[in-house]
């Protein structure tokens, strides 16, 4: 089968080199790509948010199934325009994308559904927001209702908070368009993790849970990023937590949205609060591959990944019982000095070959550390940074803490300048 994998970032990197295993694969391409895709023919002419020129490779390339990785081109209608011209994809359709792409719509859903979720109230003026908040001063999250690549949630421990983070979204704008609208939710309390269930709208393949840190610093301090590294699978989702998650979550989402005549179809990415109690809380709904989760989640699973996206890009996937993970995998985020606001570029990257030579790797027979590439380019002969996340240095083992030893290992032989990374990432499920 000839796949095309579009994105550039670290889940798509994870994706490709998941796919470039399946003996099914005769072809695999990814648009754009980046440096460090060398699993795939890329493409980084061809942008993923550019419909007609991915529809051209599509046709030039005798593209048999396309993997949409982002979410702005599940946003925009790209699933729709592949399938009007005939093409098989993985990922669903603009209006069943409002699950991620409007917060409101999302909640409002999860309402109509009786679907777990804290309370929350919309605004689409400023000083409307303000008042909510004189009314409830207590601590809260505020959400940019739009797409916001990770960043547009602020977790705040008072009104303060809260209204300095309603004046960026909503007079400064920090956000664009994601910010015309803001939502004030309750503060839930617990442990997060992130649970994935590939679907063909109907039927559930679940695959695990992982669990990931948004926040900038060790301690879980600092702005909400798009992610500074995960691990799967995670302890606090229990089989006993994972059978509600199914039964009280991802079930009713995937028969309200074919009821609402929006069928899900890809991989649903729902992320939870789960309470002392066991309880799970959605809080927030994702309709793709998480990063920096994809790669520990990629990491250590087993089997085949291509054909269950090929049943459901069919909407031929059989309905599975969940498994439970048999090995752990740990992702630790390098990023660049700044982020996620303002960060240089083009610093040589160096360390890489060495990070991966982990002498585990015989006793495993397969490789016990990858490095993902997120944001790198290669220029004159050398490796570049090229985004604010630049790579995702993953490794796997028996356990959390074999697989986080290994990856800090790994991190810590990777060099460039004003390299930034959390050192707790797993930190309170191995031990360390």
Same mark, same amino acid.
């Given at each position: 089968m000839r796949v095309l994998v579009v994105g550039g970032g670290g889940r798509e990197h994870a994706l490709v080199w998941k796919l470039a295993q399946s003996p099914r694969v005769s072809a695999l391409f990814a648009a754009p790509g980046n440096a460090g895709m060398v699993e795939a023919r890329c493409l980084p002419d061809v942008s993923a948010a550019d419909a007609p020129a991915l529809l051209r490779l599509v046709r030039d390339q005798r593209i048999e199934l396309v993997v949409i990785g982002p979410e702005q081109p599940l946003a925009d209608g790209l699933g729709d325009q592949l399938r009007e011209a005939g093409v098989l994809v993985f990922g669903p359709g603009a209006a069943a994308a409002k699950l991620e792409a409007s917060k409101s719509f999302a909640r409002a859903f999860m309402q109509r559904h009786g679907i777990p979720h804290p309370r929350f109230a919309c605004f689409s003026e400023l000083p409307a927001a303000l008042s909510h908040l004189r009314a409830n001063p207590g601590p809260c999250v505020v959400k940019a209702d739009g797409l916001a690549a990770g960043k547009g949630v602020v977790v705040c421990d008072d009104a303060t908070a809260a209204e300095a983070a309603l004046g960026e979204m909503m007079r400064a704008r920090r956000f664009g368009a994601a910010g015309d609208v803001v939502l004030i939710e309750e503060r839930l309390q617990g442990v997060e993790a992130s649970y994935y269930a590939i679907t063909d709208g109907t039927s559930v393949a679940p695959l695990a849970a992982a669990q990931d840190?948004?926040?900038?610093?060790? *301690?879980?301090? #600092?702005?909400?990023? *798009?992610?500074? #590294?995960?691990?799967?699978?995670?302890p606090v989702v229990s089989e006993a937590v994972e059978k509600r998650v199914l039964e009280e979550i991802v079930h009713p989402t995937i028969r309200g949205m074919r009821e609402e005549g929006a069928p899900m179809t890809g991989v649903l990415y729902v992320g939870l609060m789960i309470s002392a109690a066991g309880e799970p809380r959605v809080v927030e709904f994702n309709v793709r591959f998480g990063d920096p989760e994809t790669q520990p989640l990629l990491f250590q699973m087993e089997g085949d990944l291509l054909p269950l996206l090929e049943d459901a890009a069919r909407g031929e996937l059989e309905a599975q019982p969940a498994v439970r993970a048999t090995r752990a995998a740990v992702c630790v985020v390098l990023a660049s000095e700044g982020y996620p606001r303002a960060y240089q570029t083009g610093k040589v990257i160096s360390g890489i070959e060495a990070a991966e030579s982990d002498p585990a790797a015989g006793a495993e027979g397969a490789a016990a550390v990858k490095v993902f590439h997120a944001g790198t380019q290669r220029r004159g002969g050398e490796l570049l940074t090229a985004g604010g996340r630049v790579l995702g240095v993953t490794a796997r083992g028996a356990n959390i803490a074999e697989a986080r030893a290994r990856a800090y290992a790994a991190a810590d032989c990777i060099h460039f300048e004003g390299r930034c990374l959390r050192r707790d990432i797993a930190a309170e499920v191995a031990g360390g």
């Open positions: 840190y948004k926040r900038a610093l060790a *301690g879980d301090r #600092g702005e909400n990023t *798009g992610g500074m #590294g995960a691990f799967a699978p995670t």
